[in-house]
């Protein structure tokens, strides 16, 4: 089994004819390489076969999608194309994040599938009450551990690769089995993600907030991910905030 860690992040460009500007992907690159401290790999799996970017490997995939939600549920049902079995483990990470201390120690070793912290319950509307039948969320509210629990994000995902494969597949059936019968919902495949966290489809383990940070405008110590959620004008703000990091300018 090889020691070496990969890292994986998804670009669709719905214009694929007109150039890509890149600052962010290179923005998301340097903070692992810098603050990060990530000499493993990095992968990129995109639409546009015209990318070249140091230190990235880029993959190609077809990525014609009708809905935005559908590029979010294909980061789940595309998990064959990244190669788990030539790595250890596995970090799949949003694009507006920025690394913000040594990332290594997030890669997991165990059988748990690592996700961090979201601001809605696991049975918000936001989650997954949503996709499921009325009856079913009724008897969950019953217990009030189940009723209060926390929900999960899917901006920051950990996997041994042993089990990758595996446990995406099954998020994926998940999620083709309730496309099938409920509305989209709001949070698309992190909705899904929920409903795995409550049926307990396969072993998690939440990132807590002491490690990955949504949004805020100063960093809380200890952090080690910090993520840019709906923030108006995103780029600008990773740009001044990498910059407080002491993260050099635009490496293109």
Same mark, same amino acid.
């Given at each position: 089994?090889?020691?070496?860690?990969?890292?994986?992040?998804?670009?669709?460009?719905?214009?694929?004819?007109?150039?890509?500007?890149?600052?962010?992907?290179?923005?998301?690159?340097?903070?692992?390489?810098?603050?990060?401290?990530?000499?493993?790999?990095?992968?990129?799996?995109?639409?546009?076969?015209?990318?070249?970017? +140091?230190?990235?490997?880029?993959?190609?995939?077809?990525?014609?999608?009708?809905?935005?939600?559908?590029?979010?549920?294909?980061?789940?049902?595309?998990?064959?194309?990244?190669?788990?079995?030539?790595?250890?483990?596995?970090?799949?990470?949003?694009?507006?994040?920025?690394?913000?201390?040594? !990332?290594?120690?997030?890669?997991?070793?165990?059988?748990?599938?690592?996700?961090?912290?979201?601001?809605?319950?696991?049975?918000?509307?936001?989650?997954?009450?949503?996709?499921?039948?009325?009856?079913?969320?009724?008897?969950?509210?019953?217990?009030?551990?189940?009723?209060?629990?926390?929900?999960?994000?899917?901006?920051?995902?950990?996997? +041994?690769?042993?089990?990758?494969?595996?446990?995406? +597949?099954?998020?994926?059936?998940?999620?083709?089995?309730?496309?099938?019968?409920?509305?989209?919902?709001?949070?698309?495949?992190?909705?899904?993600?929920?409903?795995?966290?409550?049926?307990?489809?396969?072993?998690?383990?939440?990132?807590?907030?002491?490690?990955?940070?949504?949004?805020?405008?100063?960093?809380?110590?200890? !952090?080690?991910?910090?993520?840019?959620?709906?923030?108006?004008?995103?780029?600008?703000?990773?740009?001044?905030?990498?910059?407080?990091?002491?993260?050099?300018?635009?490496?293109?």
């Amino acid at each position: 089994m090889t020691e070496k860690n990969l890292v994986v992040t998804y670009l669709w460009c719905g214009d694929t004819d007109s150039p890509y500007d890149g600052a962010m992907l290179r923005l998301w690159r340097d903070s692992l390489r810098g603050p990060g401290r990530f000499g493993g790999d990095i992968l990129v799996i995109t639409n546009r076969d015209d990318l070249h970017e +140091d230190g990235m490997r880029f993959l190609t995939a077809e990525m014609d999608f009708e809905r935005v939600a559908d590029f979010f549920y294909f980061r789940i049902h595309n998990h064959a194309q990244v190669p788990a079995g030539e790595y250890a483990s596995i970090l799949q990470l949003d694009m507006d994040m920025l690394a913000t201390a040594d !990332v290594n120690p997030l890669f997991p070793s165990d059988d748990a599938m690592r996700v961090t912290w979201s601001n809605f319950a696991a049975l918000s509307w936001e989650h997954a009450r949503h996709i499921m039948p009325s009856w079913r969320y009724r008897i969950l509210c019953l217990d009030p551990r189940t009723r209060r629990a926390p929900g999960v994000s899917a901006c920051f995902l950990g996997c +041994d690769s042993r089990v990758w494969h595996d446990y995406m +597949d099954r998020w994926s059936r998940l999620m083709h089995e309730g496309e099938a019968r409920f509305r989209t919902p709001l949070l698309r495949e992190q909705s899904y993600l929920n409903l795995a966290w409550l049926k307990k489809l396969f072993p998690m383990k939440i990132v807590g907030r002491d490690t990955v940070q949504h949004g805020g405008w100063t960093l809380d110590e200890g !952090v080690r991910m910090w993520h840019f959620p709906n923030v108006p004008d995103r780029l600008a703000v990773m740009e001044k905030k990498a910059a407080e990091l002491g993260l050099p300018g635009d490496s293109g």
